[in-house]
C-alpha cells in the first residue's frame, strides 16, 4: 500500500505562482514513479506531471516550460512547482503512484494509487 497526501492548494491571481506536495508513504518497492492530475469542473482528469524513480520527468504540453516536478528525498516528497498561472490551470490537483516501471506516464488507468486532491484557483 501507498499513502499519499496533497498540500499547497490555494487561490492565486494569473500569472502567480504556486508549489504543491505530495508526501509518499508505505510501501518504496510501489512507487516507480509519482504523477500529479488535475480534474477540472465539468472537465476528465488529466495527466500534469511524472516525476519517476530514475530521474527522469515528463510534463503535458499546456503545461511545459511553467510547472516542475522534482523530488526532496530528505521528505519523501515529490513536488509541483506551478509559475505562470492561467486561469485555465484551476482545477483539484491530485498526485498518484502505484504505476509499474515501465508505464510511468500521464495516462491514469496506470495509476493505483490516488491522494484526496488539493485546490488551486486562478483568477
Known amino acids: 500500500q501507498v499513502q499519499l497526501v496533497e498540500s499547497g492548494g490555494g487561490s492565486v491571481q494569473a500569472g502567480g505562482s504556486v508549489r504543491l506536495s505530495c508526501e509518499v508513504s508505505?510501501?518504496?518497492?510501489?512507487?516507480?514513479?509519482v504523477a500529479w492530475f488535475r480534474e477540472a469542473p465539468g472537465k476528465e482528469r488529466e495527466g500534469v506531471a511524472v516525476?519517476?524513480?530514475?530521474?527522469?520527468?515528463m510534463y503535458a504540453v499546456s503545461v511545459k516550460g511553467r510547472f516542475t516536478i522534482s523530488q526532496d528525498n530528505v521528505n519523501n516528497t515529490v513536488l509541483l512547482q506551478m509559475n505562470t498561472l492561467r486561469p485555465e490551470d484551476t482545477a483539484m490537483y491530485y498526485c498518484?503512484?502505484?504505476?509499474?516501471?515501465?508505464?510511468?506516464?500521464?495516462?491514469?488507468?496506470?495509476?493505483?494509487?490516488w491522494g484526496q486532491g488539493t485546490q488551486v484557483t486562478v483568477s
Open positions: 516525476f519517476r524513480r530514475s530521474g527522469s520527468v
Open positions: 498518484a503512484s502505484g504505476a509499474r516501471v515501465g508505464f510511468c506516464d500521464l495516462h491514469r488507468s496506470r495509476y493505483k494509487y
Open positions: 508505505g510501501s518504496a518497492s510501489l512507487t516507480a514513479c
